[in-house]
Structures are given as C-alpha cells and as structure tokens.
Antibody, heavy 113, light 107 residues
Framework: EVQLLESGGGFVQPGGSLRLSCTASGFTFSSSSMSWVRQAPGKGLEWVSVITGSGGSTYYADSVKGRFTISRDISMNTLYLQMNSLRAEDTAVYYC??????WGQGTLVTVSS | DIQMTQSPSSLSASVGDRVTISCRASQGISNYLAWFQQKPGKAPKSLIYAASSLQSGVPSKFSGSGSGTDFTLTISSLQPEDFATYYCQQYNSYPFTFGPGTKVDIK
C-alpha cells in the first residue's frame, strides 16, 4: 500500500523558513517523480514543484522559484521542500504527491506576524 | 505558462444524473491531462490520467475524453459519494497547472 506522510508544517513569521518532509512507502521511491502541491484556505490547488524520478531534475512554479527548493533522500525514502523567505501568501496546506497517483494527507503552513 | 479553465465553476445535480465537466487548455497539451476529486477537508484523489485512463480502483462510472485543448470528465450516474470538487491538471509542460475546479453539489 502506498503511503505518503508529510510533516514539518507550522506557524512562521514572514521572511522565515520552514522545511517540509514527506516520508514515502509502498513503491519504488527512487524511480518515481514526486511533487508538492498547495492549497490556500478556501482556494483551489496550486502546483508548486516536482523532482523527476529518473534524473532528479527539479522544476518550480514561478510563485516560489528562487525561494523554495525541492530535494529527496533516496536512502530515507523522503521528499523535502525547503521554504525560505516565506510570505503571507504562502499560507496553505501543502500536499506531497506521487505524480498523478497518490497524495499525502497534507501539512498546514501558516505565515503570519 | 499553460492556463487551464474549467466549466462550469459549479453545478447542482441529483443522484442518478449524468454529469459532464469541461476543461480547456490555453494551448495544445496532447493527452497530458489528469483529473482529481477533492472532498471538503480531505486530500485530493487521483481519478484519471492521460486524459482517459482510469487510475487503479476508480469506478468505471468516471470517464475522461479529449485531446489537444478540450477535455471532458463524465460521471455516468452521480452517487452521494461523488459530491465534491473536481480539478483538471495539465502535465504536458512545466510549470504544471491546475484548473480552478468545478464544485458538484446536491440539487
């Protein structure tokens, strides 16, 4: 059974940093493309970033480019999202997803002073 | 960036109704389109990929069609558990983008 478990969300002030983690199991993590998707309160889904399974290439939404970094530790079956220079508009539930297939339960990030 | 639009933004339907949701891409995306279902307070669930292929375990009442710029999600006979918000997403080119969603509620 595929499981994705996010952690690391919380409350942070504008300009601060946070690192989200997503621990994966039930599939071959090393060869799977993994993404982060967020959802601001009462809003729709917004794609944030992806890391490809094959070569580990990374891509970002314009709204987070230069501030967020996606990475993975294959030995730990864990996906990360390092978020720097956080803004109020980054407040959202952040979902980890095995591309197009399985989703985690989400972790809430609140950016506020 | 490729923009995705959905219509309608919301609809009211009855149990047993056939429901169709449209999704349009601002440029051709071949069949690189997925559909997701989300219920309030829950994570999205993957329904369809490659425009018309059902994810494992998804009931056959869901179907998808289309190619290029115009796509459709159809629910053949709406059941109480299908009342939710539905999103399309293109994965033809980065950045991947979602449509704004279509909320399906009870008439």
């Amino acid at each position: 059974e595929v499981q994705l478990l996010e952690s690391g969300g919380g409350f942070v002030q504008p300009g601060g940093s946070l690192r989200l983690s997503c621990t994966a199991s039930g599939f071959t993590f090393s060869s799977s493309s993994m993404s982060w998707v967020r959802q601001a309160p009462g809003k729709g889904l917004e794609w944030v970033s992806v890391i490809t399974g094959s070569g580990g290439s990374t891509y970002y939404a314009d709204s987070v480019k230069g501030r967020f970094t996606i990475s993975r530790d294959i030995s730990m079956n864990t996906l990360y999202l390092q978020m720097n220079s956080l803004r109020a508009e980054d407040t959202a539930v952040y979902y980890c997803a095995k591309l197009l297939e399985h989703w985690g339960q989400g972790t809430l990030v609140t950016v506020s002073s | 960036d490729i923009q995705m639009t959905q219509s309608p933004s919301s609809l009211s339907a009855s149990v047993g109704d056939r429901v169709t949701i449209s999704c349009r891409a601002s440029q051709g995306i071949s069949n690189y389109l997925a559909w997701f279902q989300q219920k309030p307070g829950k994570a999205p669930k993957s329904l369809i990929y490659a425009a018309s292929s059902l994810q494992s375990g998804v009931p056959s009442k869901f179907s998808g069609s289309g190619s290029g710029t115009d796509f459709t999600l159809t629910i053949s006979s709406l059941q109480p558990e299908d009342f939710a918000t539905y999103y399309c997403q293109q994965y033809n080119s980065y950045p991947f983008t979602f449509g704004p969603g279509t909320k399906v509620d009870i008439k």
